[in-house]
């Protein structure tokens, strides 16, 4: 596999191995892809939810983000933490194995 360069072939390699997320009305839910030293960070982006009178309400528990390899081009899932602490569970995965 040849690793990936660009936002647009980690999206590729993503698609191909995991299930596209879908909004509550059944569309896809956009991908955002963050950079960094070792590997892409693959997050959905999802509306923010809202009570009937429009108040913010947390995000429904679980889910996870996709990390990609900027090495290999593998794979890994991480737990749906904010962006920084996914990004330390990785380093952290690749540094015991």
Same mark, same amino acid.
């Given at each position: ?22 909004? *509550?009305?059944? !569309?896809? #839910?956009?991908? +955002? ?5 070792? &590997?892409?960070?693959?997050?959905? /982006?999802? *509306?923010?939810? !809202?009570? #009937?009178?429009? +108040? ?5 528990? &679980?889910?996870?983000?996709?990390? /990609? ?29």
């Amino acid at each position: 596999m040849t690793p990936p360069t660009t936002p647009e072939q980690v999206l590729d390699i993503v698609r191909s191995r995991y299930a596209e997320p879908k909004l *509550p009305d059944g !569309t896809p #839910a956009e991908l +955002r892809v963050e950079e960094f030293d070792i &590997g892409y960070l693959v997050c959905a /982006v999802f *509306p923010p939810v !809202t009570d #009937a009178a429009g +108040r913010p309400q947390p995000a429904p528990p &679980g889910g996870s983000k996709i990390v /990609v390899s900027k090495e290999t081009g593998e794979t890994v899932t991480v737990p749906n933490h904010p962006t920084e602490t996914a990004i330390a569970l990785y380093r952290k995965q690749q540094q015991s194995s």
